[in-house]
């Protein structure tokens, strides 16, 4: 074996001279300034509203019908005079405010059922069950029962809100809690944790992606629910909301205010997606490493 090994030819030796890094030519190129303000999302974003609001300008000056689709320019200009007037905000913080109480009484609620499903066998059939009867059922088909039971108010707007956001925050929280790691429950369970608290300090810090997503979801069908429940019904103690300012403009044929109630509608949307929630992502997920 050692006669073989020292028969076995040597490989030579190789050296070779470094080369110089200027020869490698440019090995990072500074971007322009057109690819940095592109790199922004923001911007970006920006970009496609403003191809959007063309567009709409374009097809609307081409129809020349202001009854069926009025200019962008006409629709802001209703826009700005509703803001001024204060009319159009007052109608905004109405649905704002009824949006807010049916929000958080949803999230109340499906916090309970999603803690009871987590912990004990008959809540999760329990949340399974109720989730397979009412998530398929439109909160506006409730509204006539609504009607019936709370009578023309919030407190019918305030039922159809809570079905909106119950079953899309419960669904989402409850998926998230079961998909937390065996290892960080028993982490839990090695510290004594039981309870409300081994809920609060383990399954929700692994599981908050999923509750985010959830309470987007449940916002979205809140936001929808709520305007489609005002266009409907939505005078309460003497003055409506947005989709009741809708309503209004429509039968007095004042299609550029109907139009600029549903910018509100778009805008207010828009805020509460790319400025709350994502600033909640960003302090939560984002900075634990949960999301990129």
């Known amino acids: 074996m050692s006669e073989s090994i020292r028969s076995m030819p040597s490989r030579p030796e190789i050296y070779c001279d470094p080369i110089a890094s200027e020869s490698f030519g440019i090995v990072e190129k500074p971007l322009s300034w057109w690819e940095r303000v592109f790199n922004i999302g923001g911007i970006r974003k920006l970009l496609i509203l403003i191809t959007l609001a063309l567009i709409w300008q374009i097809y609307a000056n081409n129809l020349n019908n202001p009854l069926i689709f009025p200019t962008f320019v006409d629709t802001i200009k209703a826009l700005i005079d509703g803001i001024v007037s204060g009319g159009l905000l007052l109608k905004a913080w109405t649905s704002i405010r009824v949006l807010l109480v049916g929000y958080a009484a949803g999230i109340g609620l499906a916090a309970l059922l999603t803690i009871l499903a987590i912990t004990t066998r008959i809540g999760t059939d329990i949340l399974e069950t109720l989730t397979a009867m009412f998530n398929p059922l439109p909160a506006i088909a409730l509204l006539p029962l609504s009607l019936i039971?709370?009578?023309?108010?919030?407190?019918?707007?305030?039922?159809?809100?809570?079905?909106?956001?119950?079953?899309?925050?419960?669904?989402?929280?409850?998926?998230?809690?079961?998909?937390?790691?065996?290892?960080?429950?028993?982490?839990?369970?090695?510290?004594?944790?039981?309870?409300?608290?081994?809920?609060?300090q383990i399954l929700i810090p692994a599981a908050f992606a999923s509750i985010l997503s959830g309470l987007k979801i449940g916002w979205a069908f809140a936001w929808r629910t709520l305007i489609a429940a005002e266009l409907v019904f939505g005078v309460s103690s003497g003055s409506g909301g947005l989709g009741w300012f809708i309503y209004e403009k429509k039968n007095i044929l004042e299609i550029p205010s109907v139009f600029a109630g549903l910018f509100m509608v778009i805008l207010i949307g828009l805020f509460v997606e790319n400025v709350i929630f994502n600033a909640l992502e960003k302090a939560t997920i984002r900075r634990w490493g949960m999301q990129n």
């Open 149 to 200: 039971w709370f009578g023309l108010g919030e407190g019918s707007l305030v039922f159809v809100l809570v079905h909106s956001v119950l079953w899309a925050v419960a669904l989402n929280t409850h998926s998230g809690f079961l998909s937390v790691s065996l290892t960080l429950r028993m982490v839990g369970r090695n510290y004594g944790l039981g309870g409300f608290s081994y809920v609060w």
